[in-house]
């Protein structure tokens, strides 16, 4: 099954690509890899909320909003090779903007992990970094960045 029919059989619409915040591309292929930016939780361009997961912001939140960053990583491979070209997922980096004493980070981080695996079956189990840090760009509460290997 192509994973375009993968989406579509879960119901899953890939957003338009996020335009980038600053001086970047989404994504870039080098070889058999594409390296997608950082990707927000941006919907329609806008940021659902701000904070600090811990903070103003539920872990279980973050863990949704984790996955519309992953789904905005894959508009953005999608949007340079196809999503049908995609072999495998190779590594997912979550940056989790925590507050003080927070370390839920790997649950956030769960919420990109499950739509790689449910989207791309045993193709999406991933290397992975959950990462906490003290801020993100435009005081988004997560970031996800992806490298798949392509066709």
């Avoid at 791309?120 to 997560?142: I, K, M, N, T, W």
Wanted: aromatic residues 6%.
């Amino acid at each position: 099954m192509a994973w375009s029919d993968q989406l579509a059989k879960l119901g899953i619409e890939l957003p338009p690509v996020a335009a980038p915040v600053a001086s970047y591309v989404p994504a870039i292929r080098s070889s058999s890899l594409v390296f997608t930016a950082g990707q927000l939780p941006l919907v329609d361009g806008a940021l659902p909320a701000t904070g600090k997961v811990g903070a103003e912001i539920g872990p279980d939140e973050a863990q949704r909003y984790a996955r519309t960053c992953a789904l905005n990583a894959l508009a953005a491979v999608h949007g340079l090779v196809g999503i049908d070209s995609v072999l495998r997922v190779v590594k997912a980096v979550v940056f989790v903007a925590s507050a003080e004493g927070f370390t839920g980070q790997p649950a956030v981080a769960n919420g990109a992990s499950e739509l790689f695996r449910e989207i791309f079956e045993d193709s999406g189990q991933h290397a992975r970094s959950a990462v906490g840090v003290a801020e993100l760009p435009l005081g988004s509460p997560v970031e996800v960045e992806l490298v798949v290997e392509v066709s």
